[in-house]
């Protein structure tokens, strides 16, 4: 599965963007779907997570800001957020998985990754 993020940039504090995430196929890979971030010199950390039937898991920093959604016709993953702060300034990366049952916030439930979208939110 091939994964393309885009619709990242520069915002001031308290704006917001909407992150799209375009999958090659959507089959089985694709069962959960998940967006993390990575700031320079840390760990990836997961931001949100959605699997085929709908289940969401949210980071609790971003869980009143954020909203994940998938739209399975375009095959394409969307992160809507909001009220953003300079602490949301990171890269941001799409994931999938197969693993339906499995679907959270945490690196070990992904196989397949984008690239990457620069999201830099200023003070």
């Known amino acids: 599965v091939q994964l393309a993020e885009s619709g990242g940039g520069s915002v001031q504090a308290g704006g917001s963007l909407r992150l799209s995430c375009v999958a090659s196929?959507?089959?089985?890979?694709?069962?959960?779907m998940g967006w993390f971030r990575q700031v320079p010199g840390k760990e990836r950390e997961g931001v949100a997570s959605?699997?085929?039937?709908?289940?969401?898991v949210y980071r609790y920093s971003v869980k009143d800001r954020f909203i994940i959604s998938r739209d399975n016709a375009n095959k394409t993953l969307y992160l809507q957020m909001s009220s953003l702060k300079p602490e949301d300034t990171a890269m941001y990366y799409c994931?999938?998985?197969?693993?339906?049952?499995?679907?959270?916030?945490?690196?070990?439930?992904?196989?397949?990754w984008g690239q990457g979208t620069q999201v830099t939110v200023s003070s």
């Open positions: 994931a999938a998985d197969s693993r339906a049952s499995y679907c959270t916030t945490s690196l070990s439930a992904f196989t397949f």
């Open positions: 959605i699997n085929v039937g709908g289940t969401i």
């Open positions: 196929e959507y089959s089985s890979s694709t069962n959960c």
